[in-house]
C-alpha cells in the first residue's frame, strides 16, 4: 500500500487541523493505522492508531483529548483531527500502515508502510 499525508500547514495555538492519509489499494481495511510524529533531532513517537475496523482507538497521553483519529474505509483514508493545539505539536506528522498488527500500536516498527510526512507549525 502506498500512502500519501497532507493537510499540514500553519496555525495559531488553541487552533485545529485534519490531516489526511489516502491509501492507494484494496487492502486498506487490513491495515491498523497510525499517525506517529517526528522533530529533527528526535525519534518518531506515537500519536494515535486506530484499529482496522475503526472500533478501537488509541492515544498518546500527550494528545488525548485534543486529537481523534478516524477512517473511511469506503474512501481508503485515515485522518487525525487536531483540536486545542500547541507549540509542542509542532513536527513533521507521518501515517503508518500495519498489516500484520502483533498489539503494539504505539511501536515505530510494527508499521510496514509509511506516508512521506507533513509538516504541522503551531505558533504561540
Known amino acids: 500500500v502506498q500512502l500519501q499525508a497532507s493537510g499540514g500547514g500553519l496555525v495559531q495555538a488553541g487552533g485545529s487541523l485534519r490531516l489526511s492519509c489516502a491509501a492507494s489499494?484494496?487492502?486498506?481495511?487490513?491495515?491498523?493505522m497510525g499517525w506517529f510524529r517526528q522533530v529533527p533531532g528526535k525519534e518518531r513517537e506515537f500519536v494515535a492508531a486506530i484499529s482496522r475496523g475503526g472500533g478501537s482507538t488509541w492515544y498518546a497521553d500527550s494528545v488525548k483529548g485534543r486529537f481523534t483519529i478516524s477512517r473511511d474505509n469506503a474512501k481508503n483514508t485515515v485522518y487525525l483531527q487536531m483540536n486545542s493545539l500547541k507549540p509542542e505539536d509542532t513536527a513533521v506528522y507521518y501515517c503508518?500502515?500495519?498489516?500484520?498488527?502483533?498489539?503494539?500500536?504505539?511501536?515505530?516498527?510494527?508499521?510496514?508502510?509509511w506516508g512521506q510526512g507533513t509538516l504541522v507549525t503551531v505558533s504561540s
Open positions: 503508518g500502515a500495519d498489516r500484520l498488527y502483533s498489539g503494539r500500536y504505539y511501536y515505530e516498527g510494527e508499521y510496514d508502510h
Open positions: 489499494g484494496r487492502t486498506f481495511s487490513s491495515y491498523v
